[in-house]
């Protein structure tokens, strides 16, 4: 039976949708036309009378809101992952917890979530920030088994933000994205998120040094070119801290960015460099490493004793002239590696501690694809140490 114009738009916004797959603009008027037992071209008019023109799936500049595409298409809700063991503060415990030796700052290198990118090496991703959480969950299983029965009162954790932490939008050909407002609310609420998980561990101070990815940026001849998606989710933050601050002056979450891609950090009389690592041309030939660190030591930084930058979704470690480097994974899984570089990057943020005679070490690679999912919850296999 042939359903009537108001009768297909009433079902529409009911999200009377049971049954309908999701897939190119294309196969979406099709199945909704045959759905409703109707041409497709009313299907079209009455998607564009509700503000939910089809041709958005697919349009560079009119990108689909991921929420509303999990709304209307009736995808279902995830299931909320569940901690086996909470986490704590070291204060709320009555026991003595043994400390980790030595008095070595831990650091977690972050990067490369690329929020909001609706194209994976998967496929189609409707809902790409959940997917982006749970991959947050994973890491969060990984470091709830290293730190949840450890006292760190002593020691302060760094957290080097990489870059890329948005996908932005118009920085190549046939991009698909949610909107850029929803990639920043949802990016500063993850983050933030995270920043409140590890404070509930007791590190004494918690430094947060945020640099600008190529993501982020815009590419227009018209705009300055500090103006970058991922300086301002590093603002806001500090803005949300700045304001705890006043009311919990002992707050001990730090708050530093720049609006270049790098930035020079010291930690425990280290030299660190970080930088998002687009510097670096060629891939990660050992060589082009090398070549790339020693012309940017030249330029800017000739003492650094360590490298840190992403990029590159895929995690690599190394020394060249006396000077450490460190490649951090990502949190996308991107279709250009599988497509283009017919490589798959890690699924992967690193952490380590610096050493007594180097700046990095006691390596651990958290790896989302080494935490088990079994029934909405995770449950970390033993984190790799290099």
Same mark, same amino acid.
């Given at each position: ?36 037992? %109707? ?28 929420? +509303? ?26 026991? /003595? ?9 831990? &650091?977690? %290198? ?5 929020? $909001? ?21 994973? *890491? /969060? ?60 561990? $007791? ?5 947060? !040094? ?29 803005? *949300?801290?700045?304001?705890?601050? +006043? !009311? ?34 060629? $891939? ?23 490298? &840190? *930058? ?8 190394? +020394? ?22 017919? /490589? +798959? ?18 390596? !651990? ?5 080494? %935490?088990?999912?079994? /029934? ?11």
């Amino acid at each position: 039976m042939k359903a009537e114009p108001h009768e297909i738009e009433r079902r529409l916004k009911d999200n009377d949708l049971q049954g309908i797959k999701f897939g190119s603009t294309e196969e979406l008027i099709n199945d909704l036309a045959e759905h409703f037992n %109707c041409t497709g071209r009313l299907i079209y008019t009455r998607l564009r009378s509700m503000g939910l023109d089809a041709r958005k799936i697919r349009s560079k500049p009119y990108s689909l809101d991921a929420e +509303k595409v999990h709304e209307v298409y009736n995808l279902g809700d995830f299931t909320p992952i569940q901690y086996e063991i909470p986490y704590r503060s070291v204060d709320s415990l009555d026991a /003595k917890l043994p400390a980790f030796e030595g008095g070595n700052s831990f &650091v977690l %290198c972050i990067g490369d979530f690329q929020a $909001g990118a609706l194209r994976t090496a998967e496929g189609y991703n409707p809902t790409p920030i959940k997917q982006l959480e749970l991959y947050i969950e994973g *890491i /969060k299983a990984q470091l709830l088994e290293k730190f949840v029965y450890k006292d760190v009162s002593g020691l302060d954790l760094f957290v080097l933000s990489l870059g890329d932490i948005v996908d932005g939008e118009h920085i190549y050909i046939g991009q698909d994205v949610i909107p850029v407002w929803q990639q920043l609310q949802e990016t500063v609420r993850i983050i933030y998120d995270l920043l409140q998980f590890l404070e509930a561990f $007791g590190f004494r101070n918690i430094f947060y !040094h945020g640099v600008a990815g190529n993501h982020g940026r815009q590419p227009s001849p018209f705009v300055d070119e500090g103006t970058n998606w991922d300086t301002q989710v590093s603002y806001t933050l500090k803005q *949300i801290y700045d304001t705890h601050k +006043k !009311h919990i002056p002992d707050l001990n979450v730090h708050i530093n960015y720049t609006i270049d891609r790098f930035q020079k950090v010291e930690i425990d009389g280290y030299n660190f460099m970080i930088h998002h690592g687009d510097f670096l041309k060629g $891939g990660l030939k050992i060589e082009k490493i090398e070549e790339a660190i020693n012309m940017w030591k030249l330029d800017h930084f000739d003492d650094a004793d360590a490298w &840190v *930058i992403g990029h590159w979704h895929s995690t690599r470690f190394g +020394k060249t002239f006396n000077t450490q480097y460190l490649v951090n994974g990502s949190l996308y899984s991107s279709p250009y590696e599988a497509l283009k570089l017919r /490589k +798959k990057g890690n699924l992967a943020f690193v952490l380590f501690r610096t050493g007594e005679r180097q700046a990095i070490s006691d390596i !651990h690679i958290l790896d989302v694809e080494h %935490c088990k999912m079994e /029934k909405g919850h995770f449950t970390p296999t033993k984190y790799q140490k290099v």
